[in-house]
T-cell receptor, first 119, second 115 residues
Framework: DTGVSQNPRHKITKRGQNVTFRCDPI?????LYWYRQTLGQGPEFLTY????????KSRLLSDRFSAERPKGSFSTLEIQRTEQGDSAMYLC?????????????????FGEGSRLTVL | AQKVTQAQTEISVVEKEDVTLDCVYE???????LFWYKQPPSGELVFLIR??????QNEISGRYSWNFQKSTSSFNFTITASQVVDSAVYFC????????????FGKGTKLTVNP
């Protein structure tokens, strides 16, 4: 399967524990995004990377959240000292952006998400 | 600030009916992109269409059609002759033309097509 892969698909943890999610984007894609989706809501942007550089972070991303994309391929999203309010689906997406803007489709390819439940 | 409103939370139709999903957006940007994504029960968002603010032509793709009207800041989505497989949550989204590809999503409309 050459789509966006996320692991684990489900994570149940106790409040105060740390969790880490991994995203493997489509291999030739240079951009990688993290979104969060709570029940009944649309996805909310968290952060994105151009290759290994983290270019933008949402104010939703508190100090307890950290994302990395060390080699410009896979990415990890770590949540430290989890709180019940962190319970959500964490979505990863990737895209290929080229310098010829007219060629960019703007299409994001999403993974199936990692569902976090904090007890 | 950018905002997308999908006023219809849930819609239920019978197979073969036509259905229109509404999307109203707010932005101060003069150039921007609008999107529709489909989220089936499996959870993976699937891209349906992108439209830039310069192109107000309506688009048709099979049973799907989109009506973009800048005058009313709307980008509505119509499914003709709906099928059970169309059942999903549909999201409208907006992004700035020059800036990150950060999408601002609406809350989504859950469509149920009954046989």
């Amino acid at each position: 399967d050459t789509g966006v892969s996320q692991n684990p698909r489900h994570k149940i943890t106790k409040r105060g524990q740390n969790v880490t999610f991994r995203c493997d984007p489509i291999s030739e894609h240079n951009r990688l995004y993290w979104y969060r989706q709570t029940l009944g809501q649309g996805p909310e942007f968290l952060t994105y990377f151009q290759n290994e550089a983290q270019l933008e972070k949402s104010r939703l991303l508190s100090d307890r959240f950290s994302a990395e994309r060390p080699k410009g391929s896979f990415s990890t999203l770590e949540i430290q000292r989890t709180e019940q309010g962190d319970s959500a689906m964490y979505l990863c997406a990737s895209s290929l952006v080229v310098w010829d803007r007219s060629s960019n489709t703007g299409e994001l390819f999403f993974g199936e998400g990692s569902r976090l439940t904090v007890l | 600030a950018q905002k997308v409103t999908q006023a219809q939370t849930e819609i239920s139709v019978v197979e073969k009916e036509d259905v229109t999903l509404d999307c109203v957006y707010e932005t101060r940007d003069t150039t921007y992109y609008l999107f529709w994504y489909k989220q089936p029960p499996s959870g993976e968002l699937v891209f349906l269409i992108r439209r830039n603010s310069f192109d107000e032509q309506n688009e048709i793709s099979g049973r799907y059609s989109w009506n973009f009207q800048k005058s009313t800041s709307s980008f509505n989505f119509t499914i003709t002759a709906s099928q059970v497989v169309d059942s999903a949550v549909y999201f409208c989204a907006l992004t700035r033309f020059r800036g990150s590809e950060k999408l601002v999503f609406g809350k989504g409309t859950k469509l149920t097509v009954n046989p």
